[in-house]
C-alpha cells in the first residue's frame, strides 16, 4: 500500500477478504490507544510535577525518562492483561 492511508472501510473490506475477523483489528485499535495512554501520560506528568516541584527540568527529564523506562519494561505483560480484558 505504500505510504497512503488506508481508511478504515477499506481496512476492514481487506480483512474480510483474508477471512480474518474485523473484531481482532477494533480490539487492535482500542488496545495500541490505551497502551499509548499508558506510556504517554505518566511520563507527562511526572516531567510537569517535578519541574514545577523543583524548577530543574534536566531532573525532571530524568525523571520522566526513568519511568518510562520502567513502563516500557512491562509493556508486554500490559498488553497482554489489556487483550485478555477485551476478550
Not at 505518566?42 to 531532573?59: Q, S
Request: no cysteine.
Amino acid at each position: 500500500m505504500g505510504m497512503q492511508q488506508m481508511s478504515a472501510g477499506r481496512l476492514m473490506r481487506r480483512a474480510r477478504q483474508n477471512n480474518l475477523d474485523p473484531s481482532i483489528l477494533v480490539k487492535g485499535a482500542w488496545v495500541s490507544t490505551i497502551l499509548a495512554l499508558i506510556i504517554v501520560l505518566p511520563l507527562a506528568g511526572v516531567i510537569l510535577a517535578v519541574n514545577t516541584l523543583t524548577g530543574n527540568i534536566i531532573l525532571a527529564a530524568v525523571a520522566g525518562f526513568t519511568l518510562h523506562i520502567i513502563t516500557l519494561a512491562f509493556i508486554g505483560r500490559i498488553s497482554d492483561a489489556l487483550t485478555a480484558m477485551l476478550e
